[in-house]
């Protein structure tokens, strides 16, 4: 009998969305402790891309080929030995292993147990899909990072991303004062989703209409620090910039010191409990997630293409059941 196969995205080289192709895998089979889960929807982020050109997590991936997607969402098929948290049947998602190799551009994937949790009832799994590393890297950066407490203030550029719109919304709840930046068409929903006040950074310079300020979430970024730097002109002395997108370099942290301000680098890791504690929120109607479009499986290619033009309200996910 010939061993169970799967449907999958691969990559054989480095370069740009074409490189992707649908591929048959072998199927994985769950180790102790693990739980195999068949995969519903899977949520693409701008990491992905990243590493499918070589950058992002490629250097932990290695060289293709490979399965790209951390972002899970679906229905466990079979619990390994030691596995007391979920069962056959449980639907649930995750962000496994990142940012070792996940696989989740494919029909199955194998983590560990405690890196998933339940799905929240109120959401399909298309819109499960687009929740863990966005909302596991909010959570994190606010409140593990940055230690956000009621009435601080809080900036957070990119508002209107994937990560974005879920830290306005975790930062709303945690009772601060946020501002997001933005462009104007996305002022109206961002202040529905709890802004306090938001600023077009095609108009304006946002140091200049923006101050006294706890936390800035940076999580636009770039190559010189430039979005970085310009953000340690919003702090009050003592206060921490948290650099999602690109760290910081030894240059931005000398700068901070030199204000009096501080600087963190931040990279999101698998945490099946705050999840949890996210699908509560989301279940009570604290978080709301915005999906913008659902591709196939095999249209993973155009889905890198419309991540990559910057101009995304919420996430991207691929529909891997049929």
């Known amino acids: 009998m010939s061993a169970p196969t799967m449907r999958a995205v691969s990559q054989d080289e480095f370069g740009g969305p074409d490189v992707l192709h649908a591929v048959t895998l072998p199927r994985?089979?769950?180790?102790?402790?693990?739980?195999?889960?068949?995969?519903?929807?899977?949520?693409?982020?701008?990491?992905?891309?990243?590493?499918?050109?070589?950058?992002?997590?490629?250097?932990?991936?290695?060289?293709?080929?490979?399965?790209?997607?951390?972002?899970?969402?679906?229905?466990?098929?079979?619990?390994g030995f030691g596995v007391h948290t979920l069962s056959a049947g449980d639907q649930v998602f995750g962000m496994p292993w990142f940012p070792r190799q996940a696989g989740a551009y494919a029909e199955y994937v194998t983590a560990p147990a405690r890196q998933f949790a339940r799905k929240p009832d109120r959401l399909s799994h298309d819109e499960a899909a687009a929740v863990p590393l966005a909302a596991l890297t909010a959570w994190q950066t606010l409140v593990d990072a940055a230690r956000l407490r009621e009435g601080q203030r809080v900036l957070i550029h990119a508002a209107a991303g994937g990560v974005g719109h879920f830290a306005v919304q975790i930062a709303h709840h945690l009772g601060a004062h946020v501002i997001g930046t933005a462009r104007a068409a996305r002022h109206d929903w961002l202040r529905e989703l709890g802004a306090d006040e938001v600023v077009d950074y095609t108009a304006v310079r946002f140091e200049d209409v923006v101050g006294d300020v706890d936390v800035v979430i940076d999580l636009v970024g770039d190559a010189h620090d430039s979005n970085s730097t310009r953000s340690l002109d919003t702090l009050r002395p003592g206060g921490l910039l948290v650099a999602v997108p690109s760290g910081v370099s030894p240059e931005l942290l000398a700068e901070a010191e030199s204000r009096g301000r501080r600087a963190t680098a931040y990279l999101v890791e698998p945490d099946g409990h705050a999840l949890g504690e996210i699908a509560r929120l989301i279940d009570s109607g604290v978080l709301l997630v915005e999906v913008e479009e659902v591709f196939p499986l095999e249209k993973a290619a155009d889905a890198h293409r419309r991540v990559e033009s910057g101009r995304t309200r919420g996430k991207l996910v691929l529909r891997v059941a049929p």
């Open 28 to 79: 994985p089979e769950p180790l102790p402790t693990e739980v195999l889960v068949r995969v519903v929807a899977a949520g693409v982020n701008p990491v992905d891309c990243k590493t499918r050109g070589g950058a992002g997590m490629a250097g932990v991936l290695g060289e293709p080929p490979f399965v790209l997607g951390w972002d899970v969402s679906g229905v466990v098929e079979a619990a």
